[in-house]
């Protein structure tokens, strides 16, 4: 299983900015996928996940929309209206092979891709 988040990049404030999470190795319509994201100095915080349905973190939500095409085994992450405090590294992961349905509030994960960096400065 891998997944590799690309689409990162510098942007100013109030811009929009499309993560993409390239998914190998499973069945993405039977598992979970979420973002993630860990800020300089900082814990790592759940951004969206998405399963039967999509579920958001409180500081995202009305900003981001997560996505999903089974079909090219691909998710997305819409960002809109960034903010310097959305500047961090993004992570893409998924709970195979333990389905979790996007099921508590830390959303667990078993595998991890490597991030990409998104930084939002004027």
């Known amino acids: 299983v891998q997944l590799q988040a690309s689409g990162g990049g510098l942007v100013q404030p109030g811009t929009s900015l499309t993560l993409t999470c390239a998914v190998s190795g499973l069945t993405m319509d039977h598992y979970a996928i979420g973002w993630f994201r860990q800020a300089p100095g900082k814990e790592p915080e759940p951004v969206s996940c998405?399963?039967?349905?999509?579920d958001y973190s409180d500081s995202v939500k009305g900003r981001f929309t997560s996505s999903r095409d089974n079909a090219e085994n691909t998710v997305y992450l819409q960002m809109n209206a960034l903010k310097p405090e959305d500047t961090a590294v993004y992570y893409c992961?998924?709970?195979?092979?333990?389905?979790?349905?996007?099921?508590?509030?830390?959303?667990?994960?078993?595998?991890w891709g490597k991030g990409t960096l998104v930084t939002v400065s004027s």
């Open positions: 992961a998924t709970d195979f092979p333990v389905p979790r349905y996007c099921s508590g509030d830390n959303w667990i994960m078993d595998y």
């Open positions: 998405i399963s039967s349905g999509i």
